[in-house]
């Protein structure tokens, strides 16, 4: 059974960087079988998806978080980790790690983590 | 970008009902298209696959139609622990992806 835990900072103050991983078990990280992605959930508010990560190392990232977001793979942890620089309140939510499955007709992200919630306050 | 727009946002029905909500992309996405329940304080569930496809373990009074742009989601004989918000995400524009913006489901 995959299983997919994010730990990290719970409290950033503005304009500094927000830093969470995502530990990985009952898979690997490199399997070429699979994605990752994150998305973020601000609280009351809807699902947006932030980026994306193969086991290449090829990462995909929003537009709109394109120039302040990073997503990396560390296989020897086999954990994900995600990096925000330069944060707003408006970058408060609950942080999602999930697992991009590749069918025929669609991708879709199963399992996701408990997610983290991470709050930008000074 | 794709925009993925969901209707109603809200909708209130009773244990037994049967609800249908709609998803309709901007553009054509083919049968890219998956369907998520969240529970208040939890995470995302996957429901549907493949605009129609069931996800194992998921109850079949779940059903998703559609193709193009037009999609539904259908759930037949509610029970009290159908009552959440429910999403669709288009899959088209992988490995970029978007979501509706939510249908909250309430017991009436």
């Known amino acids: 059974q995959v299983q997919l835990r994010e730990s990290g900072s719970g409290l950033v103050k503005p304009s500094q960087t927000l830093s969470l991983t995502c530990a990985v078990s009952?898979?690997?990280?490199?399997?070429?079988?699979?994605?990752w992605s994150w998305v973020r959930q601000p609280p009351g508010k809807g699902l947006e998806w932030i980026g994306s990560i193969y086991h290449s190392g090829g990462a995909y990232y929003a537009p709109s978080l394109e120039s302040r977001l990073t997503i990396s793979i560390d296989e020897s942890k086999n954990h994900l980790s995600l990096t925000l620089t330069a944060v707003t309140a408006a970058d408060t939510a609950v942080y999602y790690c999930?697992?991009?499955?590749?069918?025929?007709?669609?991708?879709?992200?199963?399992?996701w983590g408990q997610g983290a919630l991470v709050t930008v306050s000074s | 970008d794709i925009q993925m727009t969901q209707s109603p946002s809200s909708m209130s029905a009773s244990v037994g009902d049967r609800v249908t909500i709609a998803c309709r992309a901007s553009q054509s996405i083919g049968s890219y298209l998956s369907w998520y329940q969240q529970r208040p304080g939890k995470s995302p569930k996957l429901l549907i696959y493949?605009?129609?496809s069931l996800h194992s373990g998921v109850p079949s009074r779940f059903s998703g139609s559609g193709s193009g742009t037009d999609f539904t989601l259908t759930i037949s004989n509610l029970q009290p622990e159908d009552f959440a918000t429910y999403y669709c995400?288009?899959?088209?524009?992988?490995?970029?992806?978007?979501f509706g913006q939510g249908t909250k489901l309430d017991i009436k």
């Open positions: 493949a605009a129609s």
């Open positions: 995400q288009q899959s088209y524009t992988m490995p970029k992806y978007s």
């Open positions: 999930v697992r991009v499955i590749s069918g025929n007709l669609a991708n879709w992200f199963d399992p």
């Open positions: 009952g898979a690997s990280v490199n399997s070429g079988a699979y994605s």
